[in-house]
């Protein structure tokens, strides 16, 4: 059984740790929050892109000239990007979406498909090079300091690999941000790119506008700008998924620390009370001792 002190050195610790995963969840909540922001300050623009986008569609003459983003092939070669985080601690935020995404690369491996992985966040790094299975590419040290920029990178790789026929879908998956206690791993279609409407979004009527640069030219240059929407609305949805999940998980944490510190105390006590019994019984023992030595 361990001893008093043993016991409330273990107390001492769980007060340190309930500390720390305090602070970490009003860090997360501090970032949750600015991500949120970044997101509502967001849609606006990317609801109307989509519009123009779709407007331009209505403008133009794709027969025969379709730019590159919107050309459909038969599927042979498969590039699936996989977004998680560069730090743990978040609950199940990466297991889901790895274990979402493996059961994803199997079922189009067993379809026949070629497979490319690329990744972003040292979590799914780790994952698959534990597993000796290549990357294609690997983007770490986004999480905690996303910005546009990063989903240029990205989106550069995927229009490129798509462009030079080297694939011939792109998807990612990701953690999508529900609410703070809930988040789901989703799959979206990046490329080929399909029908160009906003979602929530009523089409404009047409109208006779004269565009410069012209028409198909400002469609084309858009449509890049398009993926790179999506890519950093998924890098926003995951990290702010990922800071809620933070959040809930220290709060969890700290909820049980709690709790073993009442247990623990409890143990504490019972201990220190079974010390004070058993001394009192031997300075009982001693006095009737005494008492029977001097009868």
């Not at 779709?54 to 042979?76: H, N, S, Y």
């Not at 012209?214 to 800071?243: D, G």
């Not at 049980?256 to 009982?284: G, Y």
């Amino acid at each position: 059984m361990p001893t008093l002190r043993d016991i409330r050195k273990k107390i001492k610790a769980l007060h340190g740790t309930k500390k720390i995963t305090s602070a970490m969840k009003m860090v997360a909540a501090a970032k949750l929050r600015k991500v949120q922001d970044s997101m509502l300050r967001y849609r606006p623009y990317a609801t109307k892109l989509q519009q123009v986008l779709a407007d331009l569609a209505g403008a133009v003459e794709l027969r025969g000239d379709l730019p590159p983003l919107l050309l459909r092939r038969p599927v042979k070669n498969v590039f699936v990007v996989i977004i998680t985080s560069d730090k743990g601690l978040c609950g199940a935020f990466n297991t889901n979406i790895i274990r979402f995404a493996t059961k994803e690369i199997d079922r189009l491996k067993k379809e026949g498909l070629n497979v490319i992985i690329s990744v972003v966040g040292r979590k799914a790094r780790d994952y698959f090079r534990r597993r000796n299975i290549p990357l294609k590419n690997v983007w770490t040290g986004i999480s905690g300091r996303l910005q546009y920029s990063h989903a240029e990178i990205i989106s550069q790789e995927i229009i490129n690999s798509y462009v030079t026929e080297a694939v011939d879908e792109v998807l990612l998956i990701y953690n999508e941000f529900k609410t703070m206690i809930s988040q789901r791993v989703v799959m979206n279609r990046v490329l080929p790119i399909g029908r160009l409407t906003a979602e929530g979004v009523q089409p404009t009527p047409f109208y006779p506008f004269t565009y410069e640069p012209r028409a198909p030219e400002l469609f084309t240059m858009l449509l890049p700008m398009y993926v790179e929407i999506q890519v950093y609305r998924a890098l926003l949805e995951s990290q702010a998924a990922e800071e809620a999940a933070r959040m809930t998980a220290m709060d969890n944490a700290t909820k049980n620390c709690e709790e073993l510190i009442k247990k623990t105390t409890l143990i504490a006590n019972k201990v220190r009370q079974a010390s004070i019994t058993k001394e009192l019984m031997d300075i009982v023992g001693g006095v009737e001792a005494l008492k029977q030595s001097e009868a």
